[in-house]
């Protein structure tokens, strides 16, 4: 087994789908709610992407 860097959009796209599928598993299906995608960006002042954070909302409510 070797670990690499790299960023394949595909493969990043397709772990998110099976985390998602699997957690959803866990749920039961009384609580299961509407779900919304969250991105946090960090940028530094020459507009560099530092990090991004990613989060999957379940049970949203807007006020």
Same mark, same amino acid.
């Given at each position: 087994m070797k670990?690499?860097?790299q960023w394949k959009q595909s493969d990043s796209e397709f772990i998110k789908k099976k985390v998602i599928e699997h957690n959803m598993e866990q749920i039961p299906d &009384?609580?299961?709610?509407?779900? &919304?995608?969250?991105?946090f960006i960090l940028k530094d002042e020459g507009k560099k992407l530092l990090v991004e954070l990613q989060e999957l909302c379940f049970g949203i409510i807007y006020i």
């Amino acid at each position: 087994m070797k670990i690499i860097q790299q960023w394949k959009q595909s493969d990043s796209e397709f772990i998110k789908k099976k985390v998602i599928e699997h957690n959803m598993e866990q749920i039961p299906d &009384e609580l299961k709610t509407s779900n &919304e995608n969250v991105s946090f960006i960090l940028k530094d002042e020459g507009k560099k992407l530092l990090v991004e954070l990613q989060e999957l909302c379940f049970g949203i409510i807007y006020i």
